[in-house]
């Protein structure tokens, strides 16, 4: 009982503070349990050797009480005996004596006088007819003991059948002359009964305790008295044999122990010899009577320590409580943190111990947490946003790449045609050729013999003019188509203008305006390609100009790293839908053209590292702004597509145009490249 | 040669109405034309009639006009020997084929006024 019982832990809830509670009843109550156990153990030993000597003084003090009942009627008939005079009395003065000692003793059953050789002379007893039969008592062992040894006390027998009755003798005495002699024997029959009622008055409770007191061997033994009377008035009354064995076989004079009945039940008894009778008065109670005070006594104990334990329950549910509440809290707080909530967590109250150092902790956790989780959410929003931005780059690259990419089949597209014009441009030659040839022969052989006439000669002249123009145009076309080496040199860019103009057939009805930069700009270029660009516009902007009209040319510095070439005239501007097309090779308006004059032009300019922009007004004219990089003196000269790598880009809007030209509203730029790309 | 004999001139092509127009041009001019239409057969016709002007096509089908061009002026260092090309010339093969003997070259098609008078003009100046 001294182990508190383990409260089953439930659920998950709680756990700590039924731990704390078993541990607070192990430490408290386990010391307790071990030390109040023991202290019963000794206390129940003691308890009960007490009750075994209570009980032996008991035997023993009744003992001593039948000893003195036996003593005090042998006393009285030593007395009688020796009244004065009693031996020469009388029978009947001596029945008259002995009457009265039968009348003060009521447990005197029966008196008789005996002479020295045993022959009865008074015989008087309770229940005896008138002129009883007179005995001869000569050979009886109460008339012998009595007259040899002084007194006989013996001859236990039951009065009827029934009452436990003592003979008892003493030998008469007459003093003659100074000497005393033996005249007779005085006996008597003591009833016994008085014995019993003692033991009824000192152990009334029958159920409880029980005295009795026995003559004899274990055989052979004669019930004298107990403490319920009845008992021993039975004829065969005797006490149990398992009590018999042990009483009537002690050495000791006194004992006691516990004994086990064949019923079962336990009995604590003790035992006292009677002094000179040999008689053994045993006193006997129930172990459970017997021990009443140390069961009592534990019980108490038991109660007490039960107390105890609900208390210390009680006590220990209260200190774990108080315990392991912050920690409930602490608990609560990281779930709700756990379930991602950082604000309106359970309020921690800072005691000043570990528990409180550990809710400190716990708030500089969550607030870390907290801010580690806002900047993890920032992080990933910046993330997001990179993403989106990244697809957006990746779009927006993409879209490059697919302009790139269509750039780049049109190039091959177009280098394809290239390829084919040149193919059936050669081809074309040689019928061309034969016609040509032909036509010379028919032409000669004609004017030889004299049949020529004008009309013939006419048509002759167109063959041969279209067989020319044709050939032209395969030049035009092979010209764009091939990939001849550029040839750069330095050149004083005024200067090589002048030079081309001076020999360019303008017609007449076409004035020409130069506006040339004073700063004598100095260019890396291909002279014969470049020459070819400027002629194809300057050959169409004496084309749209059929009536009057001007050619303007201009230079201009636009900044340290270009020059801007100006080719521009007076027509009639070029429609927004044609613009974008203008440099599309084979692209053409006219009735006869190749439609690759502008994008030779557009060529050259991009071999040569530049750009061209157009800017136009649609009845006022247009402009075409050549931008080419300027020479850096100093610096090797290199190829153009080379030096443009380190050159800034050109200037992204159209430099201011020269003074004298019409300000066109909108422009077109292209380029041949992205600048610095 | 006697002055007033015609003098012969070969032309070397694949395209036999270009050859043919030529020739006829030529003969109307007084030259004595032989034709060719292969790099073989005009080297043989040359070896054989020994002409003073040989107009040979650049491309032919069984080799170049440049290797005729070489093969010819082994044989003879007067000849005159102009080649005809349909397509543009790099400066590069224009000088290789001088330096082969070419001593002049044609774009087809060719104004045939001035071929006459290039052609007289290189006679007369190899005749000197």
Same mark, same amino acid.
């Given at each position: ?7 089953e832990a439930?659920g998950?809830r709680?756990?700590?503070?039924y731990?704390f509670?078993?541990w607070f ?13 023991h202290?019963?153990?000794i ?7 007490e009750?075994l000597?209570?009980q032996q ?7 001593? !009480?039948?000893?003195?009942y036996?003593?005090? #009627? ?8 020796r009244l ?7 029978p009947v003065?001596? =029945? ?8 003060q003793?009521?447990?005197?059953l029966e008196?008789s006088? *005996?002479d020295a &050789? ?6 008087m007893?309770?229940f ?5 039969q007179?005995?001869d *008592?000569a050979d009886?062992?109460?008339f012998?003991?009595?007259l040899?040894?002084?007194?006989y ?12 009755t003592l003979?008892?003798s &003493?030998?008469? #005495?007459?003093?003659v002359?100074?000497?005393? %002699?033996?005249?007779g ?8 009964n008085?014995l019993?009622?003692m033991?009824?008055q000192?152990?009334?409770e029958?159920g409880?305790?029980?005295a009795a &007191?026995?003559?004899g061997?274990?055989k052979?033994?004669f019930?004298?008295?107990h ?8 004829a ?11 009483i ?19 009995l604590?008894?003790a035992?006292? =010899?009677?002094? $000179? !009778?040999g ?14 005070a140390?069961?009592q006594m534990?019980?108490? &104990?038991?109660?007490?320590l039960?107390w105890?334990?609900?208390i ?5 549910l209260a200190?774990?409580?108080?315990i392991?509440?912050?920690?409930r ?7 709700r943190?756990?379930?991602?909530? +950082? ?13 409180g150092?550990?809710?400190q ?14 900047e ?17 780059r990746v779009?927006a690259?993409?879209r490059?790449l697919?302009?790139a990419q ?5 190039k091959? /597209? ?5 390829q084919m014009a040149s193919v ?6 040689n019928?061309l050729?034969?016609?040509?040839n032909?036509?010379? +022969?028919?032409k ?9 006439d004008?009309?013939?000669e006419r048509?002759i002249s167109?063959i ?7 050939n032209?145009i395969i030049d035009e ?6 990939s ?13 203008i002048?030079?081309m ?5 303008f ?11 004073? /700063?004598d700009?100095?260019?890396?270029m ?6 070819q ?5 300057m050959?169409?902007g004496?084309e749209?100009?059929?009536q ?9 510095? %636009?900044?340290?790293s ?7 005239d007076?027509g009639?501007?070029?429609?927004? $839908?044609?613009?974008e097309?203008?440099?599309?090779p084979?692209?053409t308006t ?18 040569h590292?530049?750009?061209v922009e ?5 009845g006022?004219?247009?402009? *075409?702004s ?7 003196p100093?610096k ?5 597509a ?10 992204? !809007?159209?430099p201011p145009?020269?003074?004298? /030209?019409?300000?066109p509203?909108q422009?077109?730029r292209?380029?041949a490249?992205?600048?610095?790309a | 040669m006697? $002055?007033?004999a015609p ?6 092509d ?10 006829? %041009?030529?003969?109307?001019?007084? *030259?004595?034309?032989?034709q ?7 080297i ?10 040989v107009i040979m096509?650049i491309q032919?089908?069984d080799?170049s006009?440049f ?5 010819l ?10 080649m005809m !090309?349909?397509r ?5 093969e224009?000088?290789?084929? +001088?330096?082969?003997?070419?001593d ?5 098609? +060719?104004?045939l006024?001035e071929l ?7 006679l007369?100046r190899?005749?000197s």
């Amino acid at each position: 009982m001294e182990e508190a019982p383990a409260p089953e832990a439930v659920g998950g809830r709680g756990k700590l503070a039924y731990k704390f509670l078993l541990w607070f009843m192990l430490i408290s109550l386990a010391p307790m349990g071990v030390v109040g156990w023991h202290l019963i153990g000794i206390s129940q030993g003691v308890l009960k050797e007490e009750s075994l000597r209570h009980q032996q003084s008991l035997a023993v003090g009744f003992a001593e !009480t039948v000893s003195n009942y036996i003593a005090t #009627f042998k006393t009285v008939l030593t007395i009688a005996s020796r009244l004065e005079g009693f031996a020469q009395m009388d029978p009947v003065k001596q =029945e008259r004596n002995l009457n009265r000692v039968m009348q003060q003793h009521a447990a005197f059953l029966e008196l008789s006088v *005996f002479d020295a &050789v045993g022959r009865e002379t008074v015989r008087m007893g309770r229940f005896l007819q008138e002129q009883p039969q007179m005995r001869d *008592f000569a050979d009886q062992e109460s008339f012998r003991a009595a007259l040899d040894k002084g007194e006989y006390v013996g001859g236990l027998v039951r009065f009827q059948g029934l009452y436990p009755t003592l003979t008892i003798s &003493v030998p008469i #005495f007459e003093a003659v002359g100074g000497q005393t %002699v033996k005249r007779g024997v005085l006996l008597g029959r003591v009833s016994l009964n008085g014995l019993s009622q003692m033991l009824r008055q000192e152990f009334p409770e029958k159920g409880r305790s029980q005295a009795a &007191v026995v003559a004899g061997d274990v055989k052979d033994n004669f019930l004298v008295a107990h403490s319920n009377p009845s008992e021993a008035f039975k004829a065969d009354a005797h006490l149990p044999e398992e009590v018999l064995k042990v009483i009537l076989t002690q050495a000791a004079r006194h004992g006691g122990g516990e004994v086990e009945l064949k019923d079962g039940s336990r009995l604590l008894g003790a035992f006292a =010899e009677v002094k $000179d !009778t040999g008689w053994i008065v045993y006193v006997q109670q129930p172990t459970e009577s017997a021990y009443l005070a140390a069961t009592q006594m534990r019980a108490q &104990v038991v109660r007490v320590l039960l107390w105890v334990v609900v208390i210390t329950l009680l006590l220990s549910l209260a200190v774990a409580g108080h315990i392991t509440q912050p920690i409930r809290v602490l608990q609560q707080a990281a779930e709700r943190l756990t379930a991602g909530q +950082f604000e309106d967590l359970p309020e921690m109250t800072l005691t000043n111990d570990e528990i409180g150092d550990l809710a400190q902790s716990f708030i500089h956790m969550s607030d870390s947490l907290k801010e580690k989780t806002g900047e993890l959410l920032h992080a990933k929003d910046e993330l997001t946003k990179y993403g989106r931005d990244l697809e957006r780059r990746v779009e927006a690259r993409t879209r490059e790449l697919k302009a790139a990419q269509d750039e780049l089949i049109k190039k091959e /597209r177009l280098a394809a045609i290239g390829q084919m014009a040149s193919v059936v441009g050669h081809e074309i030659r040689n019928p061309l050729a034969v016609i040509n040839n032909s036509i010379f +022969f028919i032409k000669t052989k004609m004017t030889k013999e004299g049949i020529l006439d004008q009309k013939v000669e006419r048509h002759i002249s167109i063959i041969q003019s279209e067989v020319k123009q044709a050939n032209s145009i395969i030049d035009e076309i092979l010209t764009y188509s091939r990939s001849k080496e550029l040839k750069p040199e330095v050149l004083k860019l005024n200067h090589w203008i002048e030079e081309m103009l001076s020999i360019y057939p303008f017609p007449a009805h076409i004035t020409v305006a130069k506006n040339l930069d004073a /700063r004598d700009p100095v260019v890396y270029m291909d002279p014969e390609e470049m020459k070819q660009a400027i002629r194809n516009l300057m050959g169409n902007g004496i084309e749209v100009m059929p009536q009057q009209g001007t050619v303007k040319v201009g230079t201009q510095i %636009v900044d340290r790293s270009w020059v801007r070439m100006d080719v521009g005239d007076t027509g009639p501007g070029i429609p927004q $839908d044609v613009l974008e097309k203008i440099f599309t090779p084979f692209y053409t308006t006219k009735a006869r053209g190749t439609g690759l004059g502008l994008a030779v032009v557009k060529k050259v300019v991009d071999r040569h590292g530049g750009r061209v922009e157009v800017a136009t007004e649609v009845g006022r004219g247009t402009m *075409f702004s050549l931008f080419l990089p300027l020479h850096e003196p100093g610096k090797a000269p290199s190829a153009p597509a080379a030096a443009q790598a380190s050159r800034p880009a050109p200037p992204a !809007t159209a430099p201011p145009a020269p003074a004298a /030209r019409t300000e066109p509203p909108q422009t077109v730029r292209t380029h041949a490249r992205p600048p610095g790309a | 040669m006697p $002055d007033n004999a015609p003098v012969k001139l070969l032309v070397i092509d694949d395209d036999a109405h270009l050859r043919e127009s030529l020739a006829e %041009v030529l003969e109307l001019d007084g *030259f004595e034309c032989l034709q060719a239409g292969a790099a073989a057969e005009g080297i043989a016709t040359a070896k054989k009639h020994n002409p003073k002007v040989v107009i040979m096509d650049i491309q032919l089908p069984d080799s170049s006009g440049f290797q005729i061009c070489q093969e010819l002026r082994k044989h003879s260092r007067e000849a005159i020997l102009i080649m005809m !090309t349909g397509r543009f010339l790099s400066s590069e093969e224009k000088t290789q084929g +001088f330096q082969l003997g070419a001593d002049e070259y044609l774009t087809k098609p +060719f104004d045939l006024q001035e071929l006459s008078v290039r052609i007289r003009q290189l006679l007369s100046r190899g005749r000197s």
